[in-house]
């Protein structure tokens, strides 16, 4: 297994756990990119993606495969106007985190990990900051 960091640059990335499960994958596109997690099946995969990029038009999106599965979990988001943070958790039908490089994070240095910890679920935690009004990442639309 290899510990080297998965640089992407595409706008567009269908997650594979032989290929990117257990890896850093860093985000490197300042115009956004869409990942895809695989179907949920309760497996165990792990995907741990950094921005290594702060996006600036477009969005950061991770959504999930299918109709059946939902994510689970919290982003923890620093504010920019003060010492403190927000945190959002998702919604019973949250299926996407969107990051927009500004009230949604997106920003160089944000974490997102997301494991499959159940056939239809998706456990998720974030750990990022943003600027403007903090508002939640997650949503019940698929992009």
Not at 92 to 112: F, Y
Request: hydrophobic share 45%; glycine share 10%.
């Amino acid at each position: 297994m290899s510990y080297q960091p998965i640089n992407i640059t595409a706008s567009t990335l269908s997650l594979v756990a032989s290929s990117h499960g257990d890896a850093t994958i860093t985000a490197n596109r300042a115009a956004g990119i869409t990942f895809t997690l695989p179907a949920s099946t309760g497996a165990g995969a792990k995907f741990r993606i950094v921005t290594g990029t702060t996006i600036t038009s477009n969005n950061l999106i991770v959504q999930v495969a299918n109709a059946t599965d939902i994510m689970t979990g919290t982003a923890l988001l620093a504010q920019d106007a003060a010492d403190t943070a927000v945190l959002f958790e998702t919604a019973s039908d949250s299926v996407t985190v969107t990051m927009n490089g500004s009230t949604t994070g997106g920003i160089k240095g944000d974490i997102l990990e997301f494991e499959d910890v159940s056939s239809g679920l998706w456990s998720v935690s974030i750990v990022g900051s943003a600027t403007g009004t903090e508002a939640t990442v997650f949503s019940a639309a698929v992009s």
